[in-house]
């Protein structure tokens, strides 16, 4: 059974970071990445990874880095110079298939981590 399962949300204040992680089982995938969702809000492509090859939402380009350690099928996401407006439930996703910024081409979803930034 394939499950991914998330870590690492939680409260900050505008300017810190949190690191989350998502831990593949299961089986390994070519690609992993990053969704959000916030209050009201559409759900937002973040980060993906695929082999080394990375890729960003434009809200989050030069303060939140991707990363995996095949060898723990995990995959990072780094978030630094947190902004109030970070605030939502971040998902976890995979596919075996390439890098894509929709969400409909992502059939495995962790349960979503909440993470919470005050300003």
């Known amino acids: 059974q394939v499950q991914l399962v998330e870590s690492g949300g939680g409260l900050a204040q505008a300017g810190d970071s949190l690191r989350l992680s998502c831990a593949a089982s299961g089986r390994t995938f070519n690609t992993m990445g990053w969704f959000r969702q916030a209050r009201g809000k559409e759900r937002e492509f973040v980060a993906v990874i695929s082999w080394s090859t990375t890729f960003y939402g434009d809200s989050v380009k030069g303060r939140f880095s991707i990363s995996r350690d095949n060898a723990k099928n995990t995959v990072y996401l780094q978030m630094n110079s947190l902004k109030p407006e970070d605030t939502a439930v971040y998902y976890c996703?995979?596919?075996?298939?390439?890098?894509?910024?929709?969400?409909?081409?992502?059939?495995?979803w962790g349960q979503g981590t909440v993470v919470t930034v005050s300003s």
């Open positions: 996703v995979a596919t075996g298939l390439g890098i894509s910024y929709r969400s409909d081409a992502y059939d495995h």
